[in-house]
């Protein structure tokens, strides 16, 4: 029923009608909002980044097709333009660092049950920028290697050693908690 709505939705929005652009607005804002925070971590960057992202997203409307859904297809233009402003902040995703180290592929994700959710996305925020965000795209978003090596721009050994990194960082970082845990 919900896809049935979202579908008579998307079809006013591409006929240019203005209260179905508000009610699908209504309808993805406080998601949009909430990644691009998870990205930016600042409100207002936030939300011009989320709104810059609907504006894109009614303006290109037309290109939307419905093999994924509507909040899939808004989400990676809210992610998009986030990735924008980082990029403007002069955030560098140097393929340079890694060019002489050996990967080992690890996709063990599994924290200790003791280790909340939110412990890990405060852990998550604690990161370099650059991990941070390979590591948001790979564990939160799921975007593999080679999507996130697109949305980035580099390649895609450099988005396996960054989330490499993060992930051992977040070990490190989640170490403690696991051990209060444990007493």
Known sequence: MQNQIDSLLIQACKKGNQVAQMQVYDNYCKAMFTIAYRYLNDEESAKDAMQEGFLKAFTNIESYKPNATFGAWLKRIVINQCLDVLKKQKLKFSDAEVEDLELIEDNN????????????????????????????????????????????????????????????????????KYNEARY
């Open 109 to 176: 994700w599994n924290f200790e049950t003791s280790i909340t959710k939110t412990d890990i996305l405060k852990a998550i925020d604690q990161l370099q920028a650059k991990h941070k965000i390979v590591v948001q795209l790979y564990l939160i978003e799921g975007y593999d290697h080679i999507e996130i090596s697109e949305i980035l721009n580099i390649p895609i050994k450099t988005s396996r050693t960054h989330l490499s990194r993060g992930k051992a960082t977040l070990r490190d970082l989640l170490k403690p």
